[in-house]
């Protein structure tokens, strides 16, 4: 797989860097809502290849030009930590997923602590007060997975164990794991 430039070849090689640069950006941003650190990664990824399909070195200015294009980007707000933070928080939440592990995945995608914590907390607020995140999102993992009271009556004191563990994995606390596992309804 090429991609986009790939199949158009007189463009990539008239068109000057920032240009190119640029395109493959809103190519990908048109895809995929990402983070600021994942657009930086396409496209210096973009100008390597560039680079060695022509046999060349990467050119002079090449990653000061990406930095150009995230600026410009962010700018015009089509590129916002905060608000993929707030959308992926919110799926991933939906999905069954801690807010540890929520945190976790935000921040290995190059998402600052501050938006991972709002975002957390914008997560908590919809909600409501009376709801606590995690136990709600632990609920959705144990019925997905089937464990604890979401398993079958005969199988859930001999899984027990397993299913604690299974919560813990997913990084849900002791006390949230033991509330799914061993409270009826």
Known sequence: MGGYLRY???MSKTLPLQNRLREAALHYLDRYETSVQSVRRVLRRRVERWAMKDGVPVEEGAFDAIEAVIA???RLNLLDDSRYAG??????????RSGRAIGAYLAARGVSAETIGAALEARAEELGED?????EAA???ARKKRLGRFRPEGQRAEKRDRDMAALGRAGFSWHIAKTVVDEEM
């Open 139 to 141: 609920l959705r993992f």
């Open 87 to 96: 959308m992926k928080a919110r799926s991933l939440f939906y999905g069954g």
């Open 131 to 135: 709801v606590e995140p995690d136990l």
């Open 72 to 74: 410009d980007l962010s």
């Open 8 to 10: 158009h070849p007189s």
